[in-house]
């Protein structure tokens, strides 16, 4: 199995938080900044594990407002 991208391996465990009911539908994900603190990563690293759960549907982002678990 190749290595993973760092984005990856943390978009999978956030997944994995969500199906497990930890954040739950309509709940908001942590800000961009604890996200970074939590897995010691840069913004563009999180930026990207984002863009990985919106685009499977996973989540919705409001602007200015947040990422939240899609319903």
Not at 3 to 10: G, N, T, V
């Amino acid at each position: 199995m190749p290595p993973r991208y760092r984005y990856e391996q943390i978009a999978d465990d956030l997944a994995g938080r969500i199906a497990s009911g930890e954040f739950a539908p309509g709940a908001k994900l942590p800000s961009r900044r604890e996200l970074i603190s939590h897995y010691g990563v840069t913004e563009p690293v999180i930026d990207r594990a984002m863009q990985v759960l919106r685009i499977k549907g996973m989540t919705e982002t409001l602007p200015g407002v947040g990422v939240f678990v899609a319903e």
